[in-house]
Structure formats: C-alpha cells, structure tokens
T-cell receptor, first 117, second 115 residues
C-alpha cells in the first residue's frame, strides 16, 4: 500500500513552453501533498505544500506564478511549470501524506526529470 | 525550528561488514524521525520511522535505527552490508506539534558498498 505515482517520468521541452506534472496517491487519500525539487547530488528542496481544495503554500523564493499547483481532489495534485527555461531543468518529486491511518509518514512518487532545451 | 544533520557526505563499506549512517536532529518537542533511501533517478523509498515506543526500530531490507534522545541521534544501521544497498540515504524529522508541516530532510549520505 501507500503508492504514489507521477506522470510523466521524463519530459523534454523547448524553452518557453509549459509542462504539467501529475502526482497521484493510488491507494489512499491525501489531504496534503508536497512538491520538492532536487538538484544533482543535492538534498530535496521543498517548493510548496498543497492542500486539497485550497491554495498552495509556497516556500520562500519559489515563484507561485511560475510553479502553479492545483490539488483538486484527495488523490491528485498537479504542478505546472509555466514558460519553462533551462534553469528549471531538475528532478521534481511529489510526496503525499495519508489523510487517515499512517498520517505521520510521507510517501514519495518516483520523480519527474524535466529537461528544458 | 526543526533541522537534521547528516555529517557524512559519503560512507564506504566493504560488503558483509556492518554499516552506520549517522543522523542528528534538532526539534523542540518529541520528534518523529524517518529514514528514506533513494536509488538513481528514482523517488524516495520509506525505510523506517520512530514515532514512540522502543528506541530500536527495525525497517525494510534489514535496516534498523536507534533513537537516542540524550544524543539527539537516529543513526541508521545494518549488520551486514550488500552491494545493492549502495544508494543515497536521507534522514528526516518532523515535530508532530507543529501542525501539518512537511518533513525536514538532511542533505543526504551516499553509501557505497564495495564487493
């Protein structure tokens, strides 16, 4: 149990285009999901906390108009990188915390590798 | 504020030898502590956690960790390392009294098990 999926796993896009990444909790409901960014050989940087049915809370330094987060249901959160540029190339990982049961544990998706040309 | 320190960027160990990956934490109350493992180009996999109870926690793949409140540590251990254990390991902490906050991660420790 407690599986989180991400789609796509890998995406290459041209500079200036927008890319949407989906994060789904497959076998549990998640009121709260988190989006992280990971640079090569670095730790995870929290970008934002996504709460179902409300606006996301962004960490300091993360542009909310560039990284649009939507958490429309208890099993789906999306991250849209708008007008992507090469510096946005990174590994994006989502995480979900169950609404019930093991609410203390965060479960992670497999990540999405974004490359902006 | 919560924080986690993983003092070693890299740990090298011979296959079959015991391994230890160190983690210390700082949190105002009683912590929730976690270990995750990340293989190349993959997300994080949950290994084990300490919430309450027995200080020695056993997790996946033969790993265990001991919560030491006096030393504010939560070191990850395994009696006999495998080459397949080579990966990036993250320690994380959360203060359960801080509301619905995310885990705070250490910078990670790369474990290399040499055959």
């Amino acid at each position: 149990g407690a599986v989180v999926s991400q789609h796509p796993s890998r995406v290459i896009c041209k500079s200036g285009t927008s890319v949407k990444i989906e994060c789904r909790s497959l076998d549990f409901q998640a009121t709260t999901m988190f989006w992280y960014r990971q640079f090569p050989k670095k730790s995870l940087m929290l970008m934002a906390t996504s709460n179902e049915g409300s606006k996301a809370t962004y960490e300091q330094g993360v542009e909310k108009d560039k990284f649009l987060i939507n958490h429309a249901s208890l099993t789906l959160s999306t991250l849209t990188v708008t007008s992507a540029h090469p510096e946005d190339s990174s590994f994006y990982i989502c995480s979900a915390r169950p609404s019930q049961g093991l609410t203390d544990t965060q479960y992670f998706g497999p990540g999405t590798r974004l490359t902006v040309l | 504020a919560q924080s986690v320190a993983q003092p070693e960027d890299q740990v090298n160990v011979a296959e079959g030898n015991p391994l230890t990956v160190k983690c210390t934490y700082s949190v105002s109350g009683n912590p929730y502590l976690f270990w995750y493992v990340q293989y190349p180009n993959r997300g994080l996999q949950f290994l084990l956690k300490y919430i309450t109870g027995d200080n020695l926690v056993k997790g996946s793949y033969g790993f265990e960790a001991e919560f030491n409140k006096s030393q504010t540590s939560f070191h990850l251990k395994k009696p006999s390392a495998l080459v397949s254990d080579s990966a990036l390991y993250f320690c994380a902490v959360r203060d359960p009294n801080s509301g619905n906050t995310p885990l705070v991660f250490g910078k990670g420790t790369r474990l290399s098990v040499i055959a």
